[in-house]
């Protein structure tokens, strides 16, 4: 055991005495730099002093100060480290100077690490930079998040720009609009700040030194312009070390990112100089110089690694002498293969020396201070770790100190001015969207003013790109909330924020009550359509004529006329041309006849005429019992089609509404008719209120589209009008907010809760239901039409098709009569037949001379067969 513990002990000492006794680093700061430098000293002293690094070997530092932007003075104090025996350079901060000390440490290969942002300027083998380079594409995320539609850019430098360039692409990828605005000793913030708030940008990118922020916060606060619908994103990592206080109540929303851990924000450093060995409270550490502690770790954890495989011999460089740094190459490499956690968090160095894993915190302003809602890497980008439960508290809570700025408009019945006197504020207002608001601010207990919109318009988008109206005042900040019958669009949606609809409804069209017709002569008529009168009247004759004919023919309707008498020497036929008519007259107006048929193919007919009329006579009845109750009103328009393809009846809409835009923007071609006629209509028809268009309709021959809500309140209220058609669209009325505003997320939720309770059901109802003012049969539209063809069709084919089983019958009858008569007495069947239809085509009388044949004598039994015998031959039945 003893030998393995001696070996142990030898290589111990073998790897530590591969270091030199001191190995010299050398900083580089400038005039303002003394907290780095004092960070820089204070690092180097807690690694010393931590014998699992450097156990036989201490670091020392070298420092010299620089003058700010002087390139030459760099070169020359940087020589001077070198001949010093100095074999790592950290710093500087000047963009101008390191890009020099780059330079000679690419050739010299000294290794060279900073902790500040400077422009890519491609690789360079010997430089580490800790400054997270992805902070521009961190705050491209995070806009994007916001889902700003626009926002300005505030700068001093416009080499600071370059961190933004990720953040440009929204421009073209989003469409956003971005503005510029640099300061200036001409143009400064609180000029720059009134700029913008003239445009009514209320989204800004504060690219500034830390050391302005506070100065832009305050003229801000100065200017307006730190209200709860105003967004800052400070891009400084040092946000957090800025004393806030003056601003936490502002309700402003203030946000920053920080790479410095929560835990490692003050790093034992006394704001005097002096050093403490515990971390202290109350002082937070700088983003470079928390780098730069870094950077001091990170390099001696890169020397002891290089230790532990080779021997480190001192060797000096000097910049008059070619030769380089034989291990910078062994550090450069290691320093890439290092996983470490420092005051920065996470650190690791990609193959061209740039921090590849990080994290950045994301931090708002609260009331309570600084506090961390989100976090941000380059692998999962941005994670939001605040609690919306949380977050709607906390907006709650400051909407109970404020008093809400509403605006509406006057339209029956959602906004109206109450009749009476010494009323003022909110008591001189009624109306549903005034209960609405009210129970809303009730719920989240805040108060509010109520008031209405100066230019009495809802809203539209100006040629210049203003908006006017209620929309117009919450897009200006003028008012926090825009309630009233004002339409969700597309457009209005682009511009402010809406919460969830409080109502749903579509476009529909109110028009004049059509005046009743009065009942016309023939009335009776209007059960059944003209085509079907006439079918009937072609039914009538056709069976009436072809009753006749099939009477004549068959043998079995020819009778003696005096049954009693056997030696009659005359056979009847009751069915003469006008006996037929009547016979089915008769039985058409259900009241028969003294007339029967005898033949099976006459009665045939006689049935299948009578179920025609049982089903006609039936139809006829019921519908003319519903015609005679029914009040028919004759409109001249059922829909907006019809509106569209006439030109006697004008038809408008309100000239500043979402009405108007549907017909404006509508793709369909009758609605494009329709926008194209409202254009041209002389007088106008676009109107300015609902009020005006409501007046013109009682006038007459106009009608106006307006929503369905509103059409139905004053056709409860008004018996002359009424809503024609269906709805042309689908879209609701919601409250308008300023975009970004706080309290849209708590009134929708309340909204939500109200319509689940059934509150805005009982408060439609409230201010929509009237006591009936007109008669409930003034409502009701006529449900009797006439009926056509295809509702009685059927029965003219059954009636059809029986006639024609009844021709079949006859000529069997008349085959099976004359088969009985001797062969020598009559003629060919054919012949027989066609002499018969002769003698029906010439009509001549319903009497003929009784036949000789059967048997040779009748009896008066033979009378029941329908013959009567006398002495006469067949040549006489036949002639």
């Given amino acids: ?203 800004i990118v504060l690219e500034v030194p830390t050391s302005r922020i506070k100065d832009v916060l305050t003229e801000a606060q100065k200017a307006g312009m730190l209200t709860e619908y105003h967004n800052y994103l400070v891009t400084s990592l040092d946000f957090h070390t800025l004393d806030l206080s003056a601003f936490q109540h502002s309700r402003t929303n203030i946000t920053a990112f920080r790479i410095v851990t929560a835990d490692s924000q003050s790093y034992g450093i006394h704001p005097y100089g002096r050093k403490e060995n515990s971390l202290r409270k109350g002082l937070p550490l700088k983003t470079e110089t928390a780098l730069l502690v870094d950077a001091v770790n990170l390099y001696a954890r890169a020397l002891h690694s290089v230790a532990s495989q080779q021997n480190i011999a001192p060797r000096t460089v000097s910049c008059d002498n070619p030769s380089i ?43 309570k201070g600084i506090v961390k809602v989100g976090e941000w890497n380059p692998k999962q980008h941005l994670i939001f770790t605040g609690n919306y439960s949380k977050d709607l508290s906390d907006v709650k809570e400051n909407l109970q100190n404020i008093r809400l700025r509403v605006t509406s408009i006057l339209s ?29 601010c009730q719920r989240l207990k805040c108060q509010y003013d109520y008031r209405i919109v100066a230019d009495k318009s809802y809203g539209n988008r100006q040629d210049n790109g203003s908006w006017n109206g209620m929309v117009g005042e919450v897009v200006n900040r003028e008012v926090d909330l825009a309630i009233g019958d004002l339409t969700i669009t597309l457009e209005r949606e ?104 005898k033949a099976t193919s006459t009665r045939t007919v006689a049935a299948l005429w009578w179920f025609f009329t049982l089903i006609m006579i039936s139809s006829y009845t019921a519908n003319l019992a519903a015609f005679l109750t029914a009040e028919r009103m004759k409109s001249p328009i059922e829909s907006a089609e019809d509106l569209a393809r006439q030109s006697d009846i004008q038809y408008g809409c309100v000239k500043s509404g979402s009405t108007r835009k549907f017909f404006e923007n509508s793709q369909l071609q009758p609605y494009k008719r329709m926008w194209t006629a409202m254009q041209s209509a002389q007088p106008g028809v676009l109107l300015t209120n609902n009020d005006e268009g409501i007046e013109r309709v009682k006038k007459g021959n106009f009608a106006f589209l307006m929503e369905s809500t509103t059409i139905e309140y004053y056709t409860e209220r008004d018996c002359e009008l009424t809503q024609i058609g269906t709805l042309l669209d689908s879209k609701g009325y919601g409250i308008a907010t300023p975009p970004g505003s706080p309290y849209r997320a708590l009134i929708s939720s309340e909204i939500l809760k109200l319509q689940e309770e059934g509150f805005l059901h009982k408060l439609k109802e409230k201010w929509w239901k009237n006591p009936s003012t007109c008669k409930d049969d003034d409502k009701k539209p006529s449900s009797a039409s006439e009926l056509g063809l295809p509702n009685v069709g059927g029965v003219f084919v059954v009636l059809l098709a029986g006639l024609g089983m009844a021709a079949i019958i006859a000529v069997f009858e008349f085959i099976w009569r004359t088969k009985k008569i001797p062969r020598d007495e009559r003629r060919m069947i054919l012949a027989e037949m066609l002499n018969e239809l002769q003698d029906i085509c010439r009509c001549r009388g319903s009497s003929r001379p009784a036949p000789n044949y059967l048997d040779g004598d009748f009896t008066p039994a033979n009378t029941e067969s329908g013959f009567v015998l006398h002495s006469t031959t067949s040549q006489d039945f036949l002639s």
Wanted: proline share 5%; aromatic share 12%.
């Fill in 1 to 203: 055991m003893v030998p393995l513990l001696t070996i142990i002990l030898f290589l111990q000492l073998g790897l530590y005495s591969s270091l030199p006794e001191v190995v010299r680093i050398g900083g580089l700061f400038e005039s303002s730099d003394d907290d780095r430098e004092m960070a820089f000293r204070y690092a180097l002293d807690r690694i010393n002093a931590d014998d699992t690094i450097l156990p036989k070997s201490r670091l020392k530092a070298t420092i010299q100060r620089l003058k700010p932007q002087s390139s030459f003075h760099a070169a020359k104090s940087v020589c001077s480290l070198l001949g010093e025996g100095v074999v790592a350079l950290f710093g500087p901060s000047s963009i101008a100077s390191s890009a020099l000390v780059r330079s000679i440490a690419t050739t010299l290969h000294i290794p060279h690490l900073e902790s500040h942002w400077d422009v890519d300027k491609g690789q360079q083998s010997f430089t580490i930079s800790l400054f997270p380079r992805s902070l521009g594409t961190a705050i491209y995320h995070l806009v994007e998040s916001k889902n700003w539609r626009s926002f300005t850019i505030i700068y001093e430098y416009a080499e600071e720009l370059m961190k933004l360039q990720e953040l440009m692409k929204l421009r073209n990828q989003n469409k956003v609009q971005i503005s510029l605005q640099q300061y200036t000793a001409d143009f400064q913030y609180n000029k720059i700040l009134k700029d913008i708030k003239k445009k009514g940008e209320t989204n």
């Fill in 325 to 367: 740094y034989p291990y910078g190459l062994d550090l450069i490499d290691s320093i890439q293969k290092i996983r470490m956690k420092g005051v920065t968090g996470e650190i690791q160095v990609d193959n061209q020396g740039r921090r590849s894993h990080f994290s950045l915190d994301l931090l708002d302003l609260k009331p």
């Fill in 412 to 440: 029956k019945p959602y906004t109206m001015e109450k009749k009476g006197e010494y009323l003022q504020g909110n008591q001189k207002y009624e109306g549903f969207c005034v209960d609405l608001i009210h129970e809303i």
């Fill in 494 to 597: 682009l511009a402010v924020d809406f919460t969830m609809p409080f109502m749903n409804l579509g476009i529909s069209i109110l028009f004049k009550k059509p005046v009743k017709s009065s009942p016309k002569l023939f009335s009776f008529l209007a059960p059944f359509s003209f085509e079907v009168w006439v079918y009937m009247a072609t039914a009538y004759l056709g069976v009436s004529l072809l009753l006749f004919v099939l009477a004549r023919f068959s043998p079995y309707e020819w009778v003696s006329p005096h049954p009693c008498n056997p030696k009659t020497e005359y056979l009847e036929n009751t069915f003469s041309l006008l006996n037929s008519f009547w016979f089915t007259i008769g039985s058409l107006m259900q009241q028969g006849s003294d007339i029967a048929p």
